[in-house]
Structure formats: C-alpha cells, structure tokens
C-alpha cells in the first residue's frame, strides 16, 4: 500500500473542476478540546482516545472536521494567514506548512478507524462519496490505480438506498461507502462488470482524473477489485472467446475473490446476514435497542385466537408421562428422522400430549419492564431469547383420528385447534402435504405438516440486529424438542428442510411480512418396528 499522499496535492481536475479530497470525522465522534493546556478528548462508540500536546492546528482541525467534511490544506492555509509566526519543530526551528502538514496527517493515520474520507468537485454542493469505517481495527487510505488494469465491485458488495442517497456495504469490507452525487453513482453503475478505467472515463460524463480518484477511493474499501495481474487464461469455465464485458481475445480477468476457498463457501446474501446478526463487522445498533418503541405498541405475548370452529384437545398427565418415558440419554440417542410411517392412525390423544408437552403456554401471560419498555412475557416448554416467544404453529391434518383433515391453529394457551383453512379437501392443502413429502424424501404423505411461522414484530420492537437471526435459532431449539418428544412417544418425526413461503401464506391465512413461515414438521406414527421399541408410543 503506498504511503499517504499530501492533502496539498490530493486534488484533481474535472473539466475546470477539482476533485477535492475532503476528512471529517465519525458522525458519533465527540471532540473535547475545552482547556487549551490539557488533551483533545475524541469519545465514540469505540471509547476514548486522548491527544496529549495537540497544538492549534491539530485542535482547529479536529474541531473543524466534527463538525463535517473539510479540506485539510484550507485549514493550514487560514491559521498560517492569521499568525505572523510559526510554531517552533522539535527541532528548534521554525515550523513550515509542510512540518504542520505532517503533524496533522500523522495524527489522522493515528486516528484512521475514526476518520471519514469524502471526494467533491469543487464548489459543488455535496460530496461525490464518502467512506466511513465501521469496525475500530478499519485503516482506510485510498489504493493506487493502474488505469489499464481491469476492475470489478465484489460480488458481495450491495447497493441500497438510504435517507436521501445511496449506500455501497459488503460483509467482506470494513467501510461503508455513502454515494452522495450522481457522478460517483455513474461509475459504480459501471462496476457491476470488469471494466478499465480507460473504458469508465469513454463511458460516463466525468474527466479521468476524477473518475480514477473514485476508483481509487473505492479500491481502499476492498469493495472494488482489482484483477490479478496475470490473468489465467480459461480459468472459469464460463468465460470462453468474449468475455463477459464484451472484450474479444483470450485473456479473461481474474480476481481473487472468485478463486478464494473461504469466500466461495459463501452466498453473498448468507455471509451479510451473518456479519449483520452478529458483532464484529458493523456499526450499526444492535441488542435490546427497544427500535419500535417509540411508534409502535409491542405484540401480545400470545396471540389473539382466530376466527373459526375451536376443538378443545386432551390434556395429558404430565406425571403419567414421566413415568412411561424412556430417559432423557435413550430419547436422545435414539432420535432419529423417520420418513416412513406404521399401520396405527395418529389420534387426537396422540396429536394432543404432543403439543401440550413440546409447544403450550405453561403459565398466565406477565408484565415486566417499565414505561414504553414495558411488555407481556409467558413460559414455554422450550427455550426463546427475551422470552420472546414469538412462534406460532399450524397443523395441515390429512389423517388424524378425532381431528378433522385441514389447516388448524394451534392455540397453546387454551390447548386447542382453531380451523383456519378449507376441510382439508382443496388444492392449496394437497399442495402443501405433498410440498412436504418431497422436501423430506418421505415414503407417503404424512398425517400431520406443522409449519411454524414467527410474529417477528415480538423480536423486532426489542431488538436491533437480532431478530430473524434470533427467531431461527428458536426454530432449532423447539425442532429439537419436538424430535425428542416424538421419540420419547414413538411418533415418526421429520424435520422439514424447506418450505415455499407463499404456499405456506396461503395454507395458514397469514401475511408472510406479518407472520412468515420459518420452520416445518412432519408427523406421524411411527413403522410398528420402532413403535415396538422401549421408546414407544402411548396407547
């Protein structure tokens, strides 16, 4: 990486326009330079940093970038205009503006995870872009350009709006790059395909020299690639004759990315929900922020009943039950996916102690929590983050004895089922058994398709970050007590690995932004092999 340039210099021309290099710093960033003999306190989100013997230039500065973008060389230019005489170097003599200029930009190399860098066309209103860091180990400087060589975004890069302009974000970066102008948004445009910037500057309205300084402030992201500079010549078997910009000839850019091990395990979109749903790798709130708070009330802890016929189920004997299970190591290790299904019909005792003892609301709702904060809480069966508690299931029943075929809601504080689809006769729930069957390679449909869906406003009233993250990981904990209740009876229990969103929508009467279908199982009584064993189910 070459070394930083000058500020003085750090200008190019557009037309008659200069590409003006501009610092300020974090939006977040606090600067306390109250008493001119003490430190320059700088506060965020990363803690402090204190700036012991910072003289006026560095405290104007700093002061002058809190406040937003500014170009360095105007402040040395205007505290040299207005002292007649120059601060002594350590050296004894009299400090130059070049000595000035290396204090200052020594102390933002210092100040790198902290500073945000931004390119304008002179006296223009706004800047082209702006790169801010987003993690405290960020060191940002704009890369060099070879105008010749081939460039291309990340694959993992995005683009989306945000307030009044556009925002460039990858997992794999450690910037946000924030497009304020329609320039820099014409050569992102062209990025999209391995393009030089030869072919960039005969493509968009904008003189070479600015559009090589948004290129180069790109490529200091790691958003923007640069291609290797051998490239293999029909390395990626989809890139033959023509390559995919168009350029006739045998040789095809290369870019690392597109070869990196560790990078081709990834999805673009499973790798920004992984570095979005945790720490780490972003600067964006996170945890119990309470982000709807303020306008919107927070869902009930349990869901209202829907309207339709109610069939009341059987509520076991939880002491009954205990006796009869197998212990807690033998239900575990003899859990198992069974995809096949006895001769005995599933029955609405069966169908009933099952959710009663997997998926009930075991307690009256509670209120915790203060003013707008406040919120209802129930207990469960198995474990929820917050006790959140925001999943809901629907049973599609084809055969059970005692409960009519068709879609139901599972009501788990009544312990009962509300029909809230057809009578199981239509298209829509043919569909979805059979949807289910094939997800899991079953041998016949099965008698009973629980879908889980998750009121995902019960985690994202609370939390920032967190919530579909959240609602999968509660997806896993109750799919795994529903395989071992199933075994401890002897039910044929299956995951489901899929499931269609919009088909799921439309079986349980649900709104898939409201309500989406998260998680799927498949149930029924087992082959009379394992129904035999001592894991076995209740008569």
Not at 113 to 132: F, G, K, N
Not at 511 to 523: H, M, N, R, Y
């Amino acid at each position: 990486m070459p070394a930083e340039r000058p500020f003085s210099t750090a200008a190019t021309t557009h037309g008659d326009r200069r590409c003006v290099a501009l610092w300020s710093l974090r939006e977040d960033v606090l600067v306390d330079a109250g008493d001119p003999a003490g430190p320059v306190v700088l506060s965020g989100r990363w803690g402090e940093t204190r700036l012991h013997r910072a003289g006026p230039l560095v405290r104007e500065a700093l002061r002058r970038m809190s406040l937003g973008p500014i170009s360095l060389a105007n402040v040395v230019a205007e505290l040299a205009a207005g002292n007649s005489v120059r601060p002594s170097s350590p050296e004894g003599r009299t400090a130059t503006a070049a000595d000035e200029q290396a204090e200052i930009l020594m102390l933002l190399h210092r100040l790198r995870h902290l500073v945000v860098r931004s390119l304008m066309l002179e006296d223009a209103e706004q800047p082209l872009l702006s790169v801010v860091p987003i993690v405290q180990s960020a060191r940002y400087r704009p890369d060099t350009v070879d105008r010749g060589r081939p460039v291309r975004l990340s694959r993992f890069a995005f683009l989306r709006s945000e307030g009044e302009g556009f925002v460039l974000e990858s997992p794999v970066s450690l910037y946000r790059v924030v497009v304020h102008g329609p320039e820099a948004a014409w050569v992102i445009g062209m990025l999209g395909r391995a393009h030089t910037v030869d072919e960039i500057v005969a493509a968009v309205p904008l003189a070479a020299p600015a559009v090589t300084e948004i290129v180069a402030h790109l490529l200091g992201t790691g958003m923007l690639l640069a291609a290797e500079q051998e490239p293999a010549v029909g390395d990626l078997p989809s890139r033959t004759g023509a390559d995919e910009e168009g350029r006739s000839g045998d040789t095809v850019p290369v870019f690392a990315e597109d070869t990196d091990p560790a990078l081709l395990s990834w999805g673009a979109v499973d790798l920004l929900f992984h570095s979005r749903s945790t720490l780490g790798r972003h600067d964006a709130d996170f945890g119990a922020t309470y982000p709807l708070a303020g306008c919107l009330p927070p869902a009930p802890a349990v869901k209202p009943l829907p309207d339709g016929p109610r069939l009341l189920l059987p509520r076991p004997s939880l002491s009954e039950a205990a006796a009869a299970d197998p212990p807690l190591t033998a239900a575990v290790e003899e859990r198992r996916s069974i995809r096949s299904y006895g001769s005995q019909r599933l029955t609405a005792a069966v169908l009933g102690e099952f959710l009663y003892r997997a998926v009930r609301v075991r307690g009256l709702p509670e209120r915790h929590g203060e003013g707008r904060h406040e919120e209802e809480y129930t207990d469960r069966p198995y474990p929820s983050g917050g006790r959140a508690y925001e999943l809901e299931f629907y049973l599609t029943v084809r055969d059970c004895a005692g409960i009519p075929s068709g879609t139901h809601y599972y009501a788990p504080l009544e312990h009962c089922l509300v029909r809230v689809g057809d009578d199981g006769t239509d298209a829509v729930t043919a569909e979805l058994l059979a949807e289910a069957q094939i997800s899991a390679g079953l041998d016949a449909p099965p008698a009973v398709v629980i879908t889980i869906t998750s009121r995902i406003h019960r985690l994202s009233w609370k939390y920032s970050g967190l919530p579909y993250a959240l609602t999968l990981k509660h997806v896993g904990a109750v799919i795994q007590n529903l395989y071992l209740i199933g075994t401890a009876m002897g039910l044929a229990s299956c995951a489901l690995g899929s499931g269609d969103i919009e088909l799921a929508a439309r079986t349980t009467g649900t709104d898939w932004l409201t309500e989406p279908s998260v998680g799927g199982f498949a149930l029924g009584m087992a082959p009379d092999a394992v129904t035999n064993h001592p894991c076995k189910a209740h008569s």
